[in-house]
């Protein structure tokens, strides 16, 4: 017998998603956010939002002054167990062609070092996250982000659990409302809404082409060989660590592709291939 179990590194079930998009005419990020965070009792207080607003994304929006960002504190790392070298090695061999590069690979690979991960990032980055969360700088790859993804992709760390530890800094006075409140947005729900708009519209999804876009996606895509600044600190950090943060891909990399009229599907298809 075959026994489906629900997926318990997300909030919601895909079926809760399509019951929440049923009859409506658009689907917009904010309503999900707000059923998720009703339901689940996140950043609640007596049943209204925690400071009395729902969104603090006006107060997320800073960007640094002109001597750039100061005292970003160092990103932790994890050295290559006997494993991941083993596999990084299978990797130099049998896909040598391919993009990107192995050489950085500091990534945590086990429960224990995600759990380091995360403690970190909410002990030195969660207070500063909200105001340069939509900030960039040229060769400042890290910033103030969490850079818990891959982790929780991998189902290292729950959403949950993630979430939890972020409102637990907040309630403590460890840090700012605004800060916490758009760190759990983007987990809580962009993380959410993504996948709940990808598993009720695919397969049809990845054929859309609304603006008829028929642009090939420039060779330099796979290089970072560009004189355009913003786009070559984006896609060389990308292939050198395997990262890039939200908005360098929204608004760097995706929004050159749209302004270009880039096919969405090879867009999509470069996106699978470097993250």
């Known amino acids: 017998p075959l026994d489906v179990r629900e997926d318990r590194h997300f ?3 895909v079926r809760e998603f399509a019951a929440h998009a049923k009859g409506r005419k658009s689907l917009r990020l904010e309503y999900w956010y707000r059923e998720l965070r009703v339901k689940h009792g996140v950043l609640m207080d007596n049943g209204e939002p925690a400071g009395g607003r729902w969104n603090y994304d006006s107060e997320n929006r800073e960007a640094f002054g002109a001597d750039g960002p100061q005292g970003v504190p160092p990103r932790v790392g994890f050295a290559p167990d006997a494993v991941t070298r083993e596999v990084i090695a299978l ?8 993009p990107g590069s192995l050489d950085r690979f500091d990534w ?3 429960r224990a070092d995600a759990l380091v991960a995360l403690q970190r990032f909410i002990d030195e980055r969660l207070a500063h996250f909200g105001p340069w969360q939509d900030a960039m700088w040229p060769n400042e790859p890290w910033l103030y982000h969490s850079h818990l993804a891959a982790a929780m992709n991998l189902k ?3 959403a949950r659990e993630v979430v939890e530890a972020a409102e637990a800094a907040w309630r403590a006075g460890r840090a700012p409302l605004a ?3 758009g760190f759990i947005r ?15 519209q695919m397969p049809a999804y990845v054929e859309r082409n609304a603006l008829a876009a028929r642009e090939p996606l420039p060779d330099f895509y796979w290089t970072g060989a560009t004189p355009m ?11 050198e660590t395997g990262y890039a943060h939200h908005i360098q891909r929204l608004m760097v990399t995706g929004l050159y592709a749209l302004l270009l009229g880039v096919q969405p599907r090879q867009v999509h298809a470069w996106y699978l291939a470097v993250y």
């Open 186 to 200: 983007q987990v809580l729900g962009w993380r959410e809404y993504v996948r709940g708009l990808y598993w009720t």
């Open 229 to 239: 600044a913003c786009l070559a600190d984006a896609i060389t950090q990308t292939l």
């Open 11 to 13: 909030y919601a079930t």
């Open 156 to 158: 290292l760390l729950s």
């Open 108 to 110: 945590p690979v086990t």
């Open 91 to 98: 990797v130099r061999e049998r896909f040598a062609a391919h």
């Open 179 to 181: 800060s916490v409140e």
